[in-house]
């Protein structure tokens, strides 16, 4: 899909010049990053879901390192 799209290079360090595909970590990365933004909602549900009056944790959602990487991967 991606030689046919011609999105590919040459390895530089081997004497062939064969072209391989260079944009398949691109897809690999995104789709993580997806995956990983539907599941951040998961620890807290029980914010959304029961009527408590605990106010909801502002700074542990911020505070996720993972947050962090996820978007600098999409810049």
Known sequence: ???QANLCGC???KRS????????????????LIVMFLFI??????????????PFPHHELSEA???KYYSMHFL
């Open 41 to 54: 909602p998961i620890p807290f549900i029980q914010y959304w879901t029961t009527n408590t009056k605990v």
């Open 11 to 13: 390895d530089l360090g």
């Open 17 to 32: 010049k064969d072209k391989i595909p260079e944009a398949m970590g691109v897809v690999c990365g995104c789709v993580f």
């Open 1 to 3: 899909m991606f030689l």
């Open 65 to 67: 390192e993972s947050l």
